[in-house]
């Protein structure tokens, strides 16, 4: 069984703060995707980022960055300085088969 | 412009009809995929498709139903089984396997009248 674990529901931040979203995963399988996705109030999910099991190199990209650590089965998201325009729910989704498990996604706000 | 199409936007039912939802994709896209999204409760699998005539139900089937007769069409039934349908309802698809993203539709908000 695979499990996709956010534990924040929901996080306020006020423009150019850093934020950390958390994802915890479980997985019995050494071979798996994670994937962060992100959800504006249109509703279409926006692919971010995906990372395979067997690269735990961290990833920059812009005022993004993901940090994957096996050891702790996460790969947290982090905003820095933040922007209005990053209020969304945002997902970590984990793939091991030929299916897609999402966790319950952390509303972020960013106030001006 | 390739994309998934979702039809309609919001759709209304009542209580013991069932209701089709639609999805196509132009992608070229092997793999199609629904969801349901509750609040608080993240997107949760319903059924999925590999390949054309072949599909496979994820961790909520009971009370829907889909079929694969193209490679770009992937409707969705609700039918009078689902006891909560009131829901919001994300369609996607992907090149298939366990390392493609997915890419999702806008989405069917279907309430229970």
């Known amino acids: ?112 | 412009d390739g994309g998934i199409t979702q039809s309609p936007k919001y759709l209304f039912r009542k209580e013991g009809q069932n209701v089709t939802l639609s999805c196509e994709q132009n992608l070229n896209h092997d793999a199609m995929y629904w969801y349901r999204q509750d609040p608080g409760q993240g997107l949760r699998l319903i059924y999925y498709s590999q390949i054309v005539n072949d599909f496979q139900k994820g961790d909520i089937a009971e009370g829907y139903s889909v079929s694969r007769e193209k490679k770009e069409s992937f409707p969705l039934t609700v039918t009078s089984a689902q006891k909560n349908p009131t829901a919001f309802y994300l369609c996607a698809s992907s090149f298939g396997g366990r390392y493609t993203e997915a890419f999702f539709g806008q989405g069917t908000r279907l309430t229970v009248v």
């Open chain 1, 1 to 112: 069984a695979q499990k996709v674990t956010q534990a924040q529901t929901e996080i306020s931040v006020v423009e150019k703060e850093d934020v950390t979203l958390d994802c915890v995963y479980e997985t019995r399988d050494t071979t798996y995707y994670l994937f962060w996705y992100k959800q504006p109030p249109s509703g279409e999910l926006v692919f971010l980022i995906r990372r395979n099991s067997f690269d735990e190199q961290n990833e920059i990209s812009g005022r993004y960055s993901w940090n994957f650590q096996k050891s702790t089965s996460s790969f947290n998201f982090t905003i820095t300085a933040s922007q209005v325009v990053d209020s969304a729910v945002y997902f970590c989704a984990l793939s091991e088969d030929n299916d897609m498990r999402f966790g319950a996604g952390t509303r972020l706000t960013v106030k001006p």
